[in-house]
C-alpha cells in the first residue's frame, strides 16, 4: 500500500511540470528508439546478405584462379589465368570426387550491350547447362543455354531482368536481337529476379554459352572461375578437399602451399558478410547507446533541480518523522518512472522507425529484434536507478532545520 502511494504521489509530481518531464524523458526515448531501430535495422541487413548469397547457389565451393603477377607486382587473388576448361571437363569426367555433383565452368566479364537504340553495360556470364542447376536460376519464360548451344557455339542469350528492362523498356525480349560487343545475339530466355543493387546485381547479368563467350567474344582461352556444389551441406569439407586435389594433381602440383588457385566456401562468404554487417550493427549501436548516457544525465540533472526546488518540502516531511529510506524511494519512483514511460515510447516509436525504414525505404524484411525491445526496458529502468539514486540520496541526507530555513 505504501509503494502504492508513493507511485501514486510520484506521478502528481511528475505531472505538475509537464514540460520539464517531457524534455527529462527525451533524451531515454531517443535513445532507446535509436537502438531498437539500428539493431532492427542491422539484423534486416544481414538477413537480406544471407538470403541472396544463398540465392546464388547450395552447398556451393567456388574455385578461383590464383593471383596473377605482373611486373613483379602481385594482384589480387582471382586475377590469374590457371583455371581452365578442361580443367572442367575433367572434373566433371573424374570418379575421384564422390561428393560432387555438379560442376559449373564459368567465365565472366562486363561488356558493353546495345539493342535497337539503347544500351547498357552489364556482366556477360559465359556458361553451361549446369549453372542453372548450381546457381538456382529460374526462368520467367524461355530457355536456358543447353549443352548443345555452348558445344556449337551458338549465339543465344538469356537475359536478367534488369537487363531487359535496361534495353527493352517493358516489350517482350524473347525472339530479340542483342548485340554484344558488336555481335550479334538471339535471347531465348528471361531469369526469375533474384533481387539485388551494385555492380554486382544478379539481375544485371546475360548467360550465353560458354565456349562462345570464350572463342568469339572475349577471345581467352580460361575460366573466372569453377562452381562446385557439394552433395550436401554435411560433406562440404569433404568436396573441398577432392576438388582442391584434383586440381593439384591436374596442374602437377604436389605441394597444396604453391597451388595456383583458391577454393572459397558458401560459410566462408556468409561468415565475412556477417562478420561485417555485425561489426556496423554494433558500431552503430554504440553511437545510439550514448543518446542513452545523455538522457539518463539529463534525468540527473531534472531530479536534481527537483531536490532544490522541494527542500522546505523534504525538510517538513523529515521534520514530520519521514525516514531516509522513504525520501530516497520516492526520488528513485520518480526517476524510474521517467526513464520506464520514456523506455516504452521509445521501444514503440523505434519499432514504428525500423518498420517503415525496412519495408518502404531501404526494401529490406522487417526483423524484429526481441533482444533489443528487453534490451530497452531493462536499460531504461537501470538507468532510472542510477541516475536517479544520487538526487534520492541526496535529498535524503539533507537536514530537516537547514532544510526549513532553505529561502
Given amino acids: ?79 590469374g589465368e590457371s583455371l581452365t576448361y578442361a580443367d572442367a571437363t575433367s572434373m566433371i569426367a573424374s ?109 544485371d547479368t546475360i548467360f550465353i554459352p560458354l565456349q562462345t563467350a570464350q572463342k568469339q567474344i572475349f577471345g581467352v582461352d580460361y575460366l573466372s572461375s569453377i562452381a562446385v556444389q557439394a552433395k550436401s551441406s554435411g560433406v562440404m569439407t569433404n568436396a573441398e578437399n577432392e576438388a582442391g586435389y584434383f586440381l593439384l594433381a591436374q596442374h602437377k602440383l604436389s605441394d597444396p602451399a604453391k597451388a595456383d588457385f583458391s577454393i572459397l566456401s558458401q560459410s566462408d562468404i556468409l561468415g565475412a558478410a556477417d562478420q561485417v554487417t555485425g561489426t556496423f550493427t554494433t558500431l552503430l549501436s554504440g553511437i545510439a547507446a550514448i543518446s542513452l548516457l545523455v538522457g539518463g544525465i539529463g534525468i540527473m540533472n531534472i531530479m536534481l533541480v527537483t531536490v532544490t526546488e522541494r527542500i522546505r518540502e523534504i525538510g517538513l516531511r523529515k521534520a514530520l518523522g519521514a525516514m531516509k529510506k522513504t525520501i530516497i524511494t520516492q526520488f528513485l519512483v520518480e526517476a524510474i518512472i521517467l526513464t520506464f514511460v520514456g523506455g516504452i515510447i521509445g521501444m514503440v516509436l523505434g519499432i514504428a522507425i525500423s518498420y517503415v525504414l525496412s519495408l518502404f525505404v531501404l526494401h529490406l524484411p522487417f526483423v524484429l529484434s526481441w533482444f533489443a525491445v528487453v534490451l530497452a526496458i531493462v536499460v531504461s529502468g537501470g538507468i532510472g536507478i542510477l541516475f536517479g539514486w544520487y538526487p534520492a540520496r541526496k535529498a535524503a541526507n539533507l537536514s530537516p532545520i537547514e532544510a526549513l530555513r532553505y529561502e
Fill in 95 to 203: 570418379k575421384s570426387i564422390p561428393d560432387i555433383q555438379n560442376i559449373s565452368p564459368e567465365f565472366s566479364k562486363r561488356s558493353q550491350v546495345t539493342a535497337g537504340g539503347a544500351n547498357t553495360n552489364t556482366n556477360v556470364i559465359g556458361v553451361t547447362s549446369a549453372y542453372q542447376t548450381v546457381h538456382n536460376v529460374s526462368l520467367s519464360e524461355g530457355t536456358f543455354i543447353t549443352d548443345q548451344e555452348n558445344s556449337s557455339l551458338a549465339k543465344d542469350a538469356v537475359l536478367g531482368p534488369q537487363v531487359v528492362s535496361d534495353l527493352f523498356n517493358g516489350a517482350d525480349p524473347l525472339g530479340q536481337t542483342i548485340r554484344i560487343n558488336r555481335i550479334a545475339f538471339h535471347v531465348v530466355g528471361v531469369t526469375v529476379s533474384k533481387g539485388g543493387s551494385g555492380f554486382q546485381n544478379p539481375d
Fill in 1 to 79: 500500500m505504501e509503494l502504492f502511494e508513493t507511485i501514486t504521489e510520484s506521478l502528481q509530481t511528475l505531472t505538475v511540470n509537464k514540460l520539464r518531464t517531457s524534455l527529462a524523458m527525451l533524451g531515454i526515448v531517443i535513445g532507446i528508439s535509436s537502438v531498437i531501430a539500428l539493431i532492427s535495422l542491422g539484423q534486416a541487413s544481414q538477413q537480406s546478405v544471407q538470403s541472396q548469397i544463398q540465392s546464388l547457389g547450395s552447398n556451393l565451393l567456388t574455385v578461383l584462379p590464383g593471383a596473377q603477377t605482373t611486373g613483379g607486382i602481385r594482384q589480387a587473388a582471382g586475377s
